[in-house]
């Protein structure tokens, strides 16, 4: 896949007003380091919308890249706000049954049938969550579709009842008494993982909540002793919103510092869940709600992906499940019928960073800056990659403006690295900006276009100094 040129070209030019930072490589992986899950980056599919997905050529290419790159398929979570307004017929040939006035639109009510979990049992090789309904308070016919799941599904992974409770409204069929509050829902997932289980297994994923006010310490009191059936606990998170007229904030979303700050709010639940033996995912997450407000697009989104991974394996989420919407209404999908968007780019590299072979993570700068380094240490604990990102914001009007990093403590010379790179933030793969990874590209059907090209790094005496621009990223081989 890599394609070395050597130009023997130094492109390193020395500019005042470049920010310049000296990062010492520990040649063995520090104590700190954190442990990479090999479905660290993975998949949400909007659970009406998941049987179309599968006619989507992109879906099975860009899921094999990641495959590819990362050694192991990502996990696929199919569920959203769809799951709670869907009700399992035994008796329905297809896979869904629904009808919309717009193709952008999402169905009020639906049903599924059996073939569902046919169609989500070819997801080859990957841990599938399936999402089912708790809202409509029919348990008797979540079960009958949990127990279908698990009959048909070699690759059933868990079972999440019901979707971002924390929102359910006051005409919920499941709020049966007056107040619905964290402790409410708590004590019903108590009881749908008591009733249920004994058909299912262990295997549910609680909490699936949206709402910070709604943690997951206290889901864990209040579930008492029927913790022994859930598997894993699920957080939502979007760092950015343009509901209700919300305005997004593209220099914010992409900001190392600010990324830094917003993902380490989840260190402590993630910690809590640890202690009680389960692993914690954000099991649906991406940039932007409500149509992306501009910004989920962008070449900027891609550079988020990017550093917000890497933060969430450094803060102790085990999996983040990026989440992909309706099929061609949505600003924040990595893939549609007819293009791979920008985002992409960034799910690509950073799982090319993290590689089949890396194991843990470490960040060598302080969080603070623009500017962020991270390596990637093999089981043995060699060092094998590292990633510069400078997440200084470029809109393309301005003079772009670079740093210098000097990465010290290399065992050799003659590194070689790998460039992400777009003209500016701003930069659209669907309004047809050049979006590339050493010069690969994706077509629409998410197949690479194009070999990547490494350069050459200017390296002596353990040291290797490289040049990232604003709004780019770059992987040094070690
Ligand atoms: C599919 O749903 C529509 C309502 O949206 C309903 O009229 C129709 O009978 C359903 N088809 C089947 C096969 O259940």
């Not at 099929?327 to 968007?341: E, M, V």
């Not at 604990?381 to 590292?386: D, E, M, V, Y």
């Amino acid at each position: 896949m890599l394609h070395p040129i050597q130009t023997g070209v130094c492109f390193v030019v020395l500019v005042t007003s470049a920010l310049a930072q000296t990062f010492a490589v520990p040649a063995t992986k520090p104590a700190s380091a954190a442990r990479v899950d090999s479905a660290l980056l993975s998949l949400s599919l909007e659970f009406f919308a998941f049987p179309g997905y599968t006619q989507v050529t992109s879906t099975s290419v860009c899921m094999n890249h990641i495959a590819t790159l990362r050694g192991h398929a990502p996990a696929v979570r199919i569920g959203g706000t769809t799951q709670d307004r869907a009700t399992y017929s035994l008796n329905l040939a297809e896979a869904v049954n629904y009808t919309v006035a717009s193709s952008a639109d999402a169905p009020t009510s639906l049903t599924f049938g059996p073939s569902f979990f046919s169609l989500a049992a070819g997801l080859k090789g990957a841990d599938v969550t399936i999402g089912l309904n708790r809202q409509l308070n029919n348990m008797a016919n979540s079960l009958q579709a949990a127990v279908q799941a698990k009959n048909s599904m070699t690759n059933l992974y868990a079972i999440e009842i019901g979707n971002e409770p924390d929102l359910y409204g006051s005409g919920s069929p499941i709020i049966t008494t007056g107040t619905w509050s964290p402790i409410a829902d708590g004590q019903s997932e108590q009881s749908w993982q008591n009733a249920m289980s004994s058909s299912t297994g262990d295997i549910f994923q609680a909490g699936v909540y949206l709402s910070n006010s709604w943690n997951i310490p206290s889901l864990i009191t209040t579930l008492g002793s029927a913790i022994r059936h859930t598997k894993t606990f699920s957080r939502h998170s979007y760092p950015q919103s343009a509901c209700n007229g919300a305005s997004t904030n593209l220099p914010s979303l992409m900001s190392h510092s600010s990324i830094v700050t917003y993902v380490a709010q989840y260190a402590s639940e993630a910690s809590a869940v640890h202690a009680a033996g389960k692993q914690y995912f954000l099991g649906e997450t991406n940039s932007a709600t409500c149509g992306g407000g501009g910004i989920s697009p962008t070449f900027g989104a891609a550079l988020w992906i990017v550093d917000y991974v890497l933060q969430g394996a450094l803060h102790g989420v085990d999996r983040l499940y990026f989440h992909q919407g309706t099929i061609g209404n949505c600003a924040y999908c990595f893939w549609g019928r007819f293009t791979t968007g920008a985002p992409f780019y960034g799910v690509y590299f950073v799982s090319q960073f993290l590689g089949t072979d890396g194991v843990s993570i470490v960040m060598l700068d302080s969080g603070t800056s623009s500017l962020a380094t991270y390596v990637v240490y093999s089981s043995a604990g060699a060092p094998l990659r590292a990633l510069i990102y400078n997440s200084a914001y470029y809109d393309g009007t301005t003079t772009r403006s670079s740093a210098i990093v000097t990465l010290t403590g290399l065992s050799n010379t003659g590194k070689q690295s790998l460039r992400l790179t777009a003209p500016a933030a701003t930069s659209r793969v669907d309004e047809g900006a050049a979006v590339t990874i050493g010069g690969l590209t994706f077509d629409g059907n998410c197949n690479s276009v194009g070999s990547e090209t490494v350069e050459v790094v200017s390296a002596s005496g353990g040291e290797a100094i490289v040049s990232v621009k604003a709004s780019e990223a770059l992987i040094v081989f070690l």
